[in-house]
């Protein structure tokens, strides 16, 4: 096992195309790091320079405090999961996970194989089918052969590109509480692949996002939800989106499409002299103004909003807005949504109500909304000047010190059952 350091990482292809631009992250020893980012940010290059599958054009990679850069694939320890999970059909999963071993010729006695492909499939909970064919299981099953065979390996680190993609929504939700329970079993360093939202948030104890071969933040996965440092990483985390809004600043009052918000101190001194910025906030910000308490009624502003659809969920009630937008903040919006592969930067807005709100369909509903909670990015560099760089901190050092407890949890709980 350990920590994973990349300074400056750059990558150039052959074409010419610059597709790394620079990345740097340190990956402490027995991390989770997930890299997020749309479709062609560069998430499967880094991953193949840190495997050894792809050459690095500039920068360091250092694998235990060792620089790696030149070393072949076999010679960095590091297993890799890919999204088909490339079995031998032919062979059984037994010999499916021995594979790595067995290449390694006369390293390993047959006993010694026999001891790790065991302790793998029971980690795994393949035990029962450790004679059976790849055709013959299901994709999760066939998924746990693939990381059986990173288990076999002792690696020093594990890396997924993109693992679940393949598999339907259901089993996909428990293969990846297979994999977070596997890695704090095993306290191997992680570096995860995945433009999932869920898997993102969920696995990951730290969070890098990527845009078109650049590091935009890297935190805790509640670091980046709640203080993102931009407008990219703002739509990109959390789902639904957070809804954007062009405010115009009037006098002591931030004039937002379907309701003037008064302006604290704070807020007017990090505007400065804008007088148009874009705001950001999220779907649970708001609620149905007949169901919130006094308490938080206090704390927030309500408005009369013409809703057009809504979705009752269960759990919450989701209800659309349309609003007219500013044509100087729609280009910037419209370009966001372009870098996020976006669904339609909304000229709408998406508000998540307690599902015994009875709003529906073409009411003129009483909504509340906590400005508190808002978040203001410039509109032209889309930074976010609300963002707080100590609270961010203080959510990440919360995050470890949990991160840290589960894991001795974890394994205190396996050397409980070994004895
Ligand atoms: N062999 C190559 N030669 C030239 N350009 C390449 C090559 N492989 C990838 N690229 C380009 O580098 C960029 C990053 O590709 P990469 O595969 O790392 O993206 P990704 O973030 O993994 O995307 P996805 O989510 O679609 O898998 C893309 O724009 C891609 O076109
Ligand atoms: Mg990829």
């Known amino acids: 096992m350990a920590a994973i350091t990349l300074k400056d990482i750059v990558k150039e292809y052959g074409d010419g195309y610059l597709a790394v631009k620079g990345v740097s992250l340190d990956i402490a020893d027995g991390e989770f790091v997930i890299l997020v980012g749309p479709s062609g940010c560069g998430k499967s290059t880094l991953l193949r320079m840190i495997v050894g599958l792809e050459d690095i054009t500039a920068g360091d990679l250092s694998i235990g405090g060792d620089r790696v850069n030149d070393k072949a694939p076999r010679d960095r320890h590091l297993a890799m999961v890919f999204q088909n999970y490339a079995l031998y059909p032919h062979l059984t999963v037994f010999e499916n996970i021995a594979f790595p071993l067995r290449l390694q010729k006369g390293t390993f006695t047959e006993e010694q194989i026999r001891e790790k492909v065991e302790f793998a499939a029971k980690t795994l909970e393949l035990q029962d089918h450790l004679q059976r064919k790849p055709a013959n299981l299901s994709g999760g099953q066939r998924q746990r052969v693939a990381m059986g065979r990173a288990i076999v390996r002792e690696a020093q680190a594990f890396l997924f590109d993109e693992p ?14 297979e994999i977070a329970r596997m890695q704090r079993r095993l306290g191997t360093t992680t570096v995860y692949v995945t433009h999932d939202q869920t898997e993102a948030m969920t696995l990951g104890d730290r969070v890098a996002v990527l845009r078109k071969g650049e590091l935009q933040q890297v935190a805790s996965p509640r670091g980046l939800y709640e203080h993102p440092v931009n407008l990219f990483v703002a739509g990109f985390i959390g789902s639904p989106p957070m809804n954007f809004l062009p405010g115009e600043v009037v006098d002591d009052v931030l004039r937002l499409p379907m309701v003037d918000v008064p302006l604290t101190d704070d807020l007017k001194s990090r505007l400065g002299d804008r007088k148009l910025v874009i705001v950001g906030l999220r779907p649970e910000h ?25 979705e009752w969920l269960g759990s919450d009630l989701y209800a659309y807005v349309p609003f007219d937008t500013n044509p100087e903040v729609a280009g910037k919006l419209e370009e966001l949504d372009r870098d996020l592969d976006g669904e339609g930067m909304r000229t709408q807005l998406v508000v998540a109500l307690d599902s015994e709100s009875r709003v529906r369909d073409g009411d003129d509903a009483e909504l509340w909304v ?31 010190a949990d991160r840290k407890a589960s894991l001795e949890r974890a394994q205190a709980r396996e050397k409980a059952k070994a004895s």
């Open 286 to 310: 708001f609620e149905d103004a007949s169901l919130t308490d006094d308490r938080r009624s206090a704390d927030g502003v309500t408005f009369e909003a013409t809703v057009d659809v809504t």
């Open 164 to 177: 679940l993609s393949n598999l339907d929504a259901k089993l996909r939700g428990q293969m990846r509480t």
């Open 370 to 400: 906590n400005p508190a909670k808002m978040m203001v990015f410039d509109p032209e560099s889309g930074e976010n000047l609300t963002y707080d760089a100590d609270a961010v901190k203080e959510i990440d050092q919360q995050n470890e």
